[in-house]
């Protein structure tokens, strides 16, 4: 059974760092793009970031352009989203999914604020 597990997030402060990590088991990532997305409060959702499938072609949202990293380690079967320069918009529920097969992890909350 395939399914993603992510871990990170929590509270920061403006101006502060956060990693979320996503680990992947049942498929091995490194065949698929993979991406993260956010939601918040009273929000739709929206696409923030995603590696495609050779491990080196990323894609960001232009808010977070400069200010976070998408990357895999493919001997982990992870990715990975570091979170640097936070900003209280940046507050949300973080999911990381592979869009084709429709998997998703359980979420993440970020929350950024002094």
């Known amino acids: 059974q395939a399914q993603l597990v992510q871990s990170g997030g929590g509270l920061a402060q403006p101006g502060g760092s956060l990693r979320l990590s996503c680990a992947a088991s049942g498929f091995n990532l490194s065949h698929y793009a993979m991406s993260w997305a956010r939601q918040a409060p009273g929000k739709e959702l929206e696409w923030v970031s995603g590696?495609?499938?050779?491990?080196?072609?990323?894609y960001y949202r232009d808010s977070v352009k400069g200010r976070f990293t998408c990357s895999r380690d493919a001997a982990k079967n992870t990715v990975y989203l570091q979170m640097d320069n936070l900003k209280p918009g940046d507050t949300a529920v973080y999911f990381c999914?592979?869009?084709?097969?429709?998997?998703w992890g359980q979420g993440s909350q970020v929350t950024v604020s002094s």
């Open positions: 999914a592979q869009r084709t097969l429709d998997y």
């Open positions: 590696i495609y499938s050779d491990g080196e072609t990323t």
